[in-house]
């Protein structure tokens, strides 16, 4: 089965910088757009970042310049580089892949979510 495993969360003071990781295992046959969305208490779910196969990325109008979306497909894991971060910033932040046989077959998976936490 195909798993989406989260890693990298934690706290860190205003300012500060986090990395975050998410690594695909199970059968995987090829890995199309991944991106991580984040989920603050009280609000719904939001994109963050965006990257296509061949590296496109996109960002959320209130990280661009602070976040990088990374990926590193022979180790089949998307990054997050988070710098500067703000207090705005605290939310679950969650992992997401389209993943199957061909680019029109895809079916999308979730990560377990991990917590970030910025203090002022």
């Known amino acids: 089965q195909v798993q989406l495993a989260e890693s990298g969360g934690g706290l860190v003071q205003a300012g500060g910088s986090l990395r975050l990781s998410c690594a695909a295992s199970?059968?995987?046959?090829?890995?199309?757009?991944m991106g991580w969305y984040r989920q603050a208490p009280e609000k719904q779910r939001e994109l963050v970042a965006t990257i296509s196969s061949s590296g496109r990325t996109n960002y959320a109008d209130s990280v661009k310049g602070r976040f990088t979306i990374s990926r590193d497909n022979p180790k089949r894991t998307v990054y997050l580089q988070m710098n500067s971060l703000k207090a705005e910033d605290t939310a679950v932040y969650y992992c997401?892949?389209?993943?199957?046989?061909?680019?029109?077959?895809?079916?999308?998976?979730w990560g377990q979510g991990a917590q970030v936490t910025v203090s002022s």
């Open positions: 997401n892949a389209a993943i199957g046989p061909t680019d029109m077959h895809m079916s999308e998976y």
């Open positions: 199970g059968i995987i046959f090829h890995i199309g757009a």
